[in-house]
């Protein structure tokens, strides 16, 4: 493509969302909106309504007989393997058999003619349990030795002796909650019965080929008897990565038995039951530094609340360890993680994938430094960035830390230095004159590493047909749940083959198409896929490009593919080219892979590459609490984040603006909470609150660091931008923590934990009021 020849959707182009007009009007299809054959039937889980216990009894008789039903599956009835652990651990069963490990485990399934008739057959079981103890929080699951759910990890660098000899010490125990996904969505799977061992499912999940395992797995029969399609998703988040095992393998095992289509839908209570969430840690650490502020040594332990099963939570621990750092150099470090067993549903993948937790244990005791020296907590983090060539926790080199330069332009473009002393001087008169109103700003910054810790998961395919009328079929191995991927992605495609986007229809994912593909997570579904795409044109583009050269007897240089195909001196229309091409049998598909260099890691030794490239960002971050109720507002939050070359600019500022807005709401108002027969309350919209519109910033200001360039060589050289700007949100919380610092003059660090409710902030306020 010439380099001066407009191509509409090129990459770098603010486009809008493919699906955008049928999103807001509702047109677009969903797995539930799926035209249902004649027949189809509807299934229901049946759950355990204790904590721990041995099942003694069921009885299923009343639930057989209950209007419309046709089938009630237990694990007697899986022909295959009742397992559909993902990480092969084989600890997580998709019926519990003889014991049940949470409150709210499938213990059965029902199906029937509706899904009303299904769901009110299962309250009609009987089931006798023999009650067993049960723990519910990491702590009390340590402290009664429930043990790990996987191998914990430790990372260790540098001279541990460097804690002693510091000037100072801290140390102190953070908690940080869990939180929701809340996908608009919630988990769906719709089976169809083919001949003799085959079945497609259509399924809301980030991870196709993993349904495709796990369906295959529990029906006894190789992966190519199942096909899994995905349109896209209305949000996954994580939440669909692992955890729509269960609902697809019903329904396809439901399917297979009566051969008739089967659908499961749970309500959404079920669903916050059934599925796991973002783990919650206590962390407890110490920390060494100086005078000055800057950090000698750090020591942490992790203790995630995992839940019964393995599920992610190995990677997802690793990866809090990975980040205990954030921007910050420890010249000596020692982190150790400990994934505990619990008698809860199993935590799994959340946006961040457990490095939001890792950092904010870093901005804690930046701010514990900072309080105990009565400095701006904005200069201590300035004091510890990373330098060039300084080596991480795991021991990989940081080689493109732009943070400077991010924290530079941010500090002028908030004002921040004016503003902080403003909310200083507005907490003054309100001690003095006795307001109610008192103010917190905090700047945060981010460094989060890009690439999936498991190596082999950092692969792609994808899959490009021109048809002879010159139009184009895109599919590629990621999914689409909202974040633009598939518009990325044709974009990529638009500027390679050098035509409009116009051209390129993108398809449902589906395993038929491209096989053994990665989650869509990590945020790595550009970066992986694009590629994957670029290849699969490469392959096109010298293909007819030598074709072309031949036909016409010119030197391949002289041909260009475009919407105007350029060979020699003479033109033609990209569909006539390509017409001409099918007539002399030149193939007009190809396979792209792709697969990310220069990676490493060894689990064993803690030490690699386990990141192909970071992300950096920073957010600051203005806060209004009324101290008579806790409440609070945000006043201003202005962010400056790094997405390399922008793939697209307004996507990408979407995907910034929706993860401060998500990010901020996991650190104050997303509260999860299990009473004391383990049974979680926090289950429904009445009981579980997720930021709503009135409570993003009054004044948001978000930039994208524009001059940014990626020196890796990424897909157009452009950043991941689903997880890093997640943990910006921080902001908020370190400026609600400054708010109430004010009521002890600053003079100690009030340690909120997570999430800062309004109740949480009262009572923080309450123990430090005079």
């Excluded at 539930?32 to 054959?37: W, Y």
């Excluded at 651990?89 to 485990?105: K, M």
């Excluded at 079981?125 to 996987?150: H, K, W």
């Excluded at 490239?613 to 806790?630: I, N, P």
Aim: net charge negative.
């Amino acid at each position: 493509m010439k380099q001066d020849v407009f191509v509409k959707g090129a990459a770098h182009t603010p486009i809008i969302h493919d699906s955008a007009v049928k999103h807001v009007t509702g047109l677009a299809d969903y797995t539930d909106d799926l035209l249902e054959p004649v027949g189809t039937l509807h299934a229901y889980l049946g759950l355990s309504t204790v904590a721990h216990g041995r099942i003694v009894g069921m009885d299923l008789d009343a639930v057989r007989k209950a209007p419309g039903v046709h089938l009630v599956l237990t694990a007697a009835d899986i022909p295959g393997h009742n397992d559909i652990s993902p990480t092969g651990l084989h600890d997580e069963p998709l019926l519990a058999q003889d014991e049940v490990q949470f409150h709210g485990q499938p213990i059965f399934a029902v199906v029937a003619e509706t899904r009303d008739q299904a769901r009110r057959a299962c309250q009609l079981a009987r089931v006798e349990y023999e009650e067993l103890p049960f723990a519910i929080d990491a702590i009390s699951a340590r402290d009664a030795g429930m043990g790990y759910v996987t191998k914990p990890l430790k990372l260790k660098r540098g001279d541990m002796a460097e804690m002693d000899r510091a000037p100072r010490r801290i140390e102190g125990r953070l908690t940080v909650g869990g939180q929701e996904h809340f996908y608009l969505e919630s988990q769906i799977a719709f089976s169809i019965p083919g001949e003799d061992d085959e079945v497609v499912v259509n399924v809301s999940t980030q991870h196709p080929s993993e349904v495709q395992h796990m369906v295959a797995h529990v029906l006894g029969v190789p992966s190519n008897a199942v096909v899994v399609n995905v349109r896209r998703m209305g949000g996954g988040f994580g939440g669909k990565e692992s955890q729509m095992n269960p609902f697809a393998c019903i329904s396809a095992l439901a399917a297979k038995k009566l051969k008739r289509a089967v659908k499961l839908r749970p309500d959404r209570d079920d669903d916050f039951s059934i599925t796991g969430k973002r783990h919650d840690f206590v962390i407890d650490y110490r920390a060494g530094y100086d005078e000055t502020g800057k950090i000698h040594a750090v020591d942490a332990d992790f203790y995630a609340r995992c839940g019964f099963s393995s599920d992610l939570s190995g990677p997802v621990t690793d990866r809090a360890l990975f980040h205990a750092d954030n921007a910050y150099y420890y010249p000596a470090v020692e982190l150790r993680s400990h994934p505990m067993k619990t008698n809860t549903c199993s935590n799994t993948a959340f946006r961040g994938f457990g490095g939001p937790q890792g950092v904010v244990m870093a901005e804690r005791i930046v701010e514990d430094i900072a309080y105990a020296l009565g400095r701006d907590p904005l200069e201590i983090r300035k004091l510890n960035l990373y330098e060039n060539g300084q080596l991480t926790p795991y021991h990989q080199e940081v080689e493109d830390q732009i943070l400077p330069r991010i924290f530079e332009e941010l500090e002028a473009s908030s004002d921040y230095h004016a503003r902080r002393q403003a909310v200083l001087d507005w907490n003054a008169r309100a001690k003095e004159q006795g307001g109610a109103i008192r103010k917190g700003i905090a700047l945060t910054p981010v460094k989060f590493g890009i690439s999936f810790t498991a190596t082999w998961y950092n692969q792609a395919g994808a899959l490009i047909h021109i048809y002879s009328d010159g139009s184009i079929h895109l599919n590629h191995g990621g999914t689409e749940m909202g974040q633009g991927l598939n518009t990325k992605v044709a974009q990529v495609v638009a500027e390679a083959l050098g035509v409009s986007i116009d051209r390129i229809k993108i398809t449902k994912t589906t395993t038929e198409k491209v096989p053994n593909t990665s989650a869509t997570a990590a945020s790595s579904g550009s970066d992986l896929n694009g590629m994957a795409a670029l290849d699969a044109c490469r392959q096109l583009i010298e293909r007819l490009t030598a074709f072309a050269a031949e036909a016409r007897g010119v030197p391949p240089e002289l041909v260009n593919i475009g919407e105007t195909v350029q060979i020699g001196t003479e033109e033609m229309p990209f569909e006539d080219f390509v017409k001409t091409a099918y007539l002399a049998r030149i193939q007009l598909s190809a396979a792209g892979f792709y697969k990310t260099p220069k990676i490493h890691w060894n689990r064993d030794t803690g030490q690699g590459r386990p990141f192909y490239y970071f992300a950096y960002g920073a957010a600051c971050s203005e806060v209004s609490v009324d101290t008579l109720t806790g409440e609070y507002v945000i006043e201003r939050a202005d962010v400056l984040h790094d997405v390399g070359r922008s793939l697209n600019p307004a996507l990408d500022k979407g995907q910034v603006e929706g993860a401060f807005v998500q990010g901020t709401g996991w650190l104050t108002s997303e509260e999860l909470w299990w009473d004391d027969k383990g049974r979680l309350r926090t289950h429904a919209p009445s009981t579980y609150k997720i930021p709503l519109a009135s409570d993003r910033p009054k004044v948001f200001n978000v930039d994208l660091a524009d001059w940014s360039v990626n020196r890796e060589a990424t897909i157009k050289r452009s950043k991941a931008v689903g997880e890093p700007p997640f943990m910006l949100g921080i902001s908020v919380f370190q400026a609600l923590n400054m708010a109430v610092a004010s009521f002890n003059g600053y003079a100690e660090n009030p340690r909120i934990d997570a999430p800062a409710t309004p109740e949480r902030v009262l009572m923080a306020i309450e123990r430090l009021r005079p």
